[in-house]
């Protein structure tokens, strides 16, 4: 039986393809393992959203030539967006690849490892408009058993300026409701207690049939009533398709987290309109106050950009000013990278110096601490009902586990195990985690 190893890179949807890929290569008799150095074939699932995203792979690729030396029969291949971004060029610039292997051609890997393991090189990168996986019951690695990621929709044609998600995963399409609603089902079956539906942009999920046209505020519906012991969590939603309809739909169920995840990427109309974002400062803040309205608990997370082409002092201070007024509970904030074939790369100049993207990063984050260690202390007091993931990495004595608002909540243990529901007091916080004592 030959051992495959693999490892994930960039964001939710690409460990959740990774699991894709297991399920197929174990149907094909191959063998999962935990670790590079009892591989036979090294698979590395990566990410090209950010030049040092793909430069973290490329060290990685060459740290591994060691163990090649080391085991002459390992072969490795690179799966995901930076595969489909640069193909068989990768397996030119890094001689030990053997495979290249885009986001839309997992069906594939058998008969690639296939012609590898023959000495063959190979590089399957076509995009597609319609796969979806939807017939493959992923292979749950790493988990803990308790929340598990579920695709419901690929690709993504949003095209913002900065982005190549859409050159590396293709047309958006949606993947049937029923095999979604079937995977969350048998997910609590086996004992799991949240999933996390994911696309680029949820809002935009939309199924047609002959039968039936389900959008996401459905499809989430039909997914809470799996069980109200299942939470239902999603990622992400683009500020443009924010709708009423799903607001109601989330704040009607319980089991549906209270958490929304809404990039804003910046402040400015100006820097949005040139980002092609399709929606204005005050449209985004207009989505805020509905948020607010139907779900007065929920939390807001966003991303940010910090330094886009031409961005000026003023547009940068709009967009600490954005941040003042939403308060996010937690934000992913980046130094803009300009990226081979977006907009921006063609029509745009990427003028900010590095210096001054990690100044206004800098302005950026330490806001953003302030922001949210202020949110935390306003919790202290108050009681949540918290999903228990597992042991705190501080203390055996202590585990850790979220409220439906994403926050990390750490307790003692006295008799609790992973996996229970429990009611926590919110006691002391940092700007990163609350901690609490268990309510009997
Ligand atoms: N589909 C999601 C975002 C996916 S990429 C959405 O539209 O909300 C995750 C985040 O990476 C983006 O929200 C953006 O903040 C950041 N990002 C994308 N391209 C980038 C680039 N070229 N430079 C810096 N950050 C980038
Ligand atoms: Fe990229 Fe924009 Fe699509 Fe998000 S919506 S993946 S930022 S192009
Ligand atoms: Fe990265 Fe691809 Fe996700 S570029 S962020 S792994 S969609």
């Not at 999962?32 to 040092?52: P, Y």
């Not at 949003?158 to 190549?164: E, G, H, I, P, R």
């Not at 803040?285 to 007065?296: S, T, V």
């Not at 922001?371 to 202590?398: D, M, T, W």
């Amino acid at each position: 039986m030959e051992h495959v190893y693999i490892e994930s890179y960039g964001c939710q949807m690409n460990f959740a393809d990774s699991e894709v890929v297991a399920a197929i290569l174990i149907k094909e008799g191959y063998a999962m393992v935990q670790s590079a150095e009892e591989a036979d074939f090294i698979l590395i699932n990566t990410c090209a959203i950010r030049d040092n995203a793909e430069q973290r792979i490329r060290k990685r690729i060459r740290e591994l030539q060691a163990l090649q030396n080391r085991h002459p029969q390992l072969r490795i291949g690179i799966l995901g967006c930076m595969a489909e971004r640069l193909q068989s060029q990768l397996m030119v610039e890094a001689e030990n690849v053997s495979f290249v292997v885009g986001p839309d051609a997992y069906r594939k890997m058998p008969e690639i490892l296939r012609q590898v393991r023959e000495g063959m090189k190979a590089a399957e990168t076509e995009l597609s408009t319609v796969e979806t996986y939807a017939d493959i019951e992923p292979v749950r690695m790493n988990s803990n058993g308790i929340s598990a990621y579920i695709s419901i929709m690929r690709g993504c044609q949003n095209y913002c300026a900065y982005c190549v998600v859409p050159y590396t995963r293709g047309r958006e399409r949606s993947r049937d409701p029923e095999t979604i609603v079937n995977e969350a089902r048998n997910l609590f079956a086996k004992g799991y207690k949240e999933v996390t539906l994911l696309g680029q942009n949820v809002n935009s999920y939309k199924w047609k049939s002959d039968a039936e046209e389900v959008g996401f505020p459905e499809l989430m519906e039909r997914v809470a009533q799996v069980s109200p012991l299942l939470r239902v969590r999603f990622a992400t939603s683009h500020p443009k398709d924010l709708s009423d309809r799903l607001l109601e739909v989330m704040a009607k169920y319980d089991n549906i987290c209270k958490c929304i995840h809404l990039p804003v990427q910046s402040g400015s109309d100006r820097m949005l309109k040139l980002m092609n974002r399709h929606y204005d400062s005050a449209w985004y803040l207009d989505r805020i106050a509905a948020i607010r309205r139907y779900m007065p608990d929920c939390s807001i997370t966003t991303d940010v950009i910090a330094g886009f082409c031409t961005e000026t002092e003023e547009d940068h201070q709009a967009t600490l000013e954005m941040f003042r007024k939403v308060r996010y509970d937690y934000a992913f904030m980046f130094k803009f990278s300009l990226r081979p074939n977006t907009y921006a790369e063609k029509h745009l100049q990427d003028d900010i110096s590095e210096a001054e993207k990690t100044r206004r990063l800098e302005e950026i984050i330490a806001l953003q601490g302030e922001i949210a260690l202020e949110n935390n202390k306003q919790e202290i007091g108050r009681r949540y009902e918290v999903l228990v993931e597992g042991e705190s990495h501080r203390s055996k004595e202590q585990l850790f586990g979220r409220n439906s608002q994403n926050k990390v909540i750490v307790f003692d243990r006295e008799n609790v195990q992973p996996g229970e529901y429990v009611t926590v007091e919110v006691t002391d916080c940092t700007a990163a985690t609350l901690k609490g004592k268990l309510v009997s």
